[in-house]
């Protein structure tokens, strides 16, 4: 599997932490702010692994705002895509 970048919120759930990762609407929660990231990763890791066994990872992942930069599938959430211009047939009018 590629490597991939996503966005981890943290925040405290009663008397422990909760870990979300929203792109792809994964949350799991653990006594400590550790626990709870250790547990996402894991979480978000078997689901990612369950997408590339079906064969559906990248429609997945394009699906949830991620984009492949050329190194890694990158959160659009975390750093948006660069523009690009594509031209088109020939970028110049014809010369006569």
Do not use: K
Not at 1 to 30: K, N
Not at 61 to 83: C, H, K, R, T
């Amino acid at each position: 599997m590629d490597r991939i970048v996503y966005q981890i919120e943290e925040s405290r759930a009663g008397t422990g932490w909760s870990a979300h990762c929203p792109e792809l609407e994964v949350t799991v929660f653990g006594d400590t702010r550790d626990d709870a990231r250790t547990a996402l990763r894991r979480q978000v890791g078997d689901y990612l692994e369950d997408c590339e066994e079906l064969g559906i990872l990248e429609d997945t992942l394009i699906e949830a705002g991620f984009y492949d930069n050329g190194e890694v599938w990158m959160s659009s959430l975390i750093e948006p895509p660069q523009p690009s211009i594509r031209f088109i047939g020939s970028p110049f009018p014809p010369t006569t």
